[in-house]
């Protein structure tokens, strides 16, 4: 129901009005956390079917291990503790390979490998929207 509101009320009139729309998560990141709880991927794409596909989904991916260290790192940081669900490696894993597997249902969508540098993982993100944005 948020994702429809969002849609109606912010998204399609942004979209008329040849606004970019950049969202950091999307159905993309449902189908990923909903299939590795166990959701039936065609369940997610059969409820997600009223939502359109984005022009680009740039979906940033790297080993469970990093992303769990990573997580860990900002976690503290932020003087907050993971939940025992995030801390799971085994879960991280399920989440990556529902990623992997969803790539083929969402159309204009790019793998980005996020086990490299901040840096480079930056620059190849605009190189792909600057393409998109300049493409007549």
């Known amino acids: ?11 399609m ?3 008329e009005e040849k ?5 950091n998560r999307s159905f993309v990141s449902s189908y990923a956390y ?5 959701v039936p991927l065609e369940f997610l794409l059969e409820i997600n079917k009223l939502f359109p596909a984005p022009d680009l989904a740039l979906i940033l991916l790297c080993t469970p291990k990093v992303s769990c260290a990573r997580t860990e790192k900002r976690e503290i940081e932020a003087g907050r503790k993971r939940s025992e669900l995030e801390k799971s490696l085994e879960y991280t894993k399920k989440v990556k390979e529902s990623y992997e597997k969803i790539v083929q249902y ?15 993982v930056f620059k190849n993100i605009v190189s792909y929207i600057d393409r998109l944005l300049t493409s007549p």
Not at 1 to 11: K, P, V
Not at 106 to 120: E, L, R, W
């Open 1 to 11: 129901a948020d994702r429809m509101h969002l849609l109606q009320n912010s998204i």
């Open 13 to 15: 009139p942004a979209l």
């Open 19 to 23: 606004e970019v729309i950049l969202q």
């Open 34 to 38: 909903q299939s590795a709880d166990g």
């Open 106 to 120: 969402v159309p204009n969508s790019v793998i980005i490998d996020a086990n490299k540098s901040q840096g480079d």
